[in-house]
């Protein structure tokens, strides 16, 4: 039976295979035999295929390694050549599709932003009826034969992600303004209260005069501009000071009888 260690090993041929490997990564790197460094090891693929790592010199790839891997038997021969990065390796970040990059502030008059027709913040109107709702079963039935109302309505998955970006935004709760602030929006006249069921954690501020004006705020959030912020304009009345002076010696006034 073959020992199980043996089955990480390469065989002595593939092993032995170093010079092979080094020419084909000499090659890749288009002859410049100083682009390639130091062996550093060989690894096995299968029974029949090994991987040759070189230290890679090559200018802007600090980190990389050349992995030539070889196969064969009894003779070798060369499989393929690739630039790989290793630890501390410099890479591109991790692609993402347009439609997730793309910021809120990156629009610009007369941009569009189409939406998937499967995006989980999406379901058709009649769906985002409470399954506890009086009626709500016939009230998608009819819905669906006629064709009421929106297509789609924010799905419950879509209002929470909503909520969670309001609430960790400029106007929520732990924002530098609502932190220094003395009383909560939800508690200020100019709070508009939003409907359905987002209604009891957020609204509209209406006060024209702070920067929160037109935006949603949570219930939470706070500024200096509360409704009921009142300042004592009372008059202000000096007071002189009092001053006792020991060091002369009052004199009763004359009465002119003296």
């Known amino acids: 039976m073959q020992d199980l260690a043996d089955t990480a090993v390469p065989t002595a041929v593939l092993a032995d295979a170093v010079d092979l490997a080094r020419a084909a990564a000499v090659e890749a790197a288009d002859g410049e035999a100083d682009q390639v460094g130091e062996h550093l090891e060989v690894v096995r693929e299968d029974a029949t295929a090994a991987t040759h790592y070189f230290a890679a010199a090559k200018p802007g790839y600090r980190g990389w390694t050349w992995a030539v891997t070889v196969m064969g038997a009894d003779e070798v021969t060369l499989g393929e050549v690739a630039l790989l990065p290793g630890t501390g390796a410099v890479v591109a970040p991790e692609w993402?599709?347009?439609?997730?990059?793309?910021?809120?502030?990156?629009?610009?008059?007369?941009?569009?932003?189409?939406?998937?027709?499967?995006?989980?913040?999406?379901?058709?109107?009649?769906?985002?009826?409470?399954?506890?709702?009086?009626?709500?079963?016939?009230?998608?039935?009819?819905?669906?034969?006629?064709?009421?109302?929106?297509?789609?309505?924010?799905?419950?998955?879509?209002?929470?992600?909503?909520?969670?970006?309001?609430?960790?935004?400029?106007?929520?709760?732990?924002?530098?303004?609502?932190?220094?602030?003395?009383?909560?929006?939800?508690?200020?006249?100019?709070?508009?209260?939003?409907?359905?069921?987002?209604?009891?954690?957020?609204?509209?501020?209406?006060?024209?005069?702070?920067?929160a004006d037109g935006h949603v705020v949570h219930a939470e959030y706070g500024c200096g501009g509360h409704s009921e912020l009142q300042v004592d304009t009372g008059s202000v009345v000096m007071v002189a000071e009092l001053v006792y002076d020991d060091g002369v010696d009052m004199e009763p006034a004359s009465d002119g009888n003296a």
Not at 120 to 128: D, T
Not at 183 to 198: D, E, P, R
């Open 96 to 211: 993402i599709p347009w439609n997730e990059r793309v910021r809120a502030e990156d629009l610009s008059p007369g941009d569009l932003l189409p939406v998937d027709e499967d995006d989980e913040r999406l379901v058709p109107a009649h769906a985002s009826l409470d399954d506890d709702e009086p009626g709500a079963d016939e009230i998608r039935a009819v819905a669906d034969e006629l064709g009421f109302g929106r297509p789609r309505v924010m799905s419950p998955e879509g209002r929470f992600d909503a909520a969670e970006r309001w609430t960790g935004g400029d106007f929520g709760p732990a924002a530098e303004m609502a932190r220094a602030a003395s009383a909560h929006c939800g508690t200020c006249g100019f709070y508009l209260t939003l409907g359905g069921s987002l209604r009891g954690a957020f609204g509209v501020c209406g006060n024209g005069n702070v920067p």
